[in-house]
């Protein structure tokens, strides 16, 4: 992602074993991964990992910069997914002020 190849991303991201990483990194890797996916338009991708992620470690998906982007755009999408903004609302995050953390 960072060095902008969306695909690579989106075809690499799922296939690496985190498993036996420590749960933040883990965690880190599906926000990632699930940039990847937002970033091509595969929202409900990008949303069910971060909800896996959640699973996992609630405070780190919750409060992290990134995912709380990610949530704020997929709850602007013109039809948004109702996990979306259920995620949105256990996240504090609302979509429509800028200023958001």
């Given at each position: 992602m960072e060095l902008g190849d969306v695909q690579v991303a989106v075809d690499l991201g799922p296939r690496i074993d985190t498993g036996a990483l420590p749960t933040e990194r883990r965690v880190r890797h599906a926000i990632e991964t699930a940039r990847a996916h937002v970033r091509w338009n595969r929202a409900d991708d990008a949303l069910a990992l971060?909800?896996?992620?959640?699973?996992?470690?609630p405070e780190q998906v919750r409060y992290h910069r990134l995912s709380r982007i990610l949530v704020r755009e997929m709850i602007r999408l013109p039809r948004p997914?109702?996990?979306a903004i259920e995620l949105a609302y256990?996240?504090?995050v609302h979509g429509t002020d800028p200023r958001e953390p």
């Open positions: 971060l909800l896996r992620a959640e699973h996992d470690a997914a109702s996990r256990r996240m504090g």
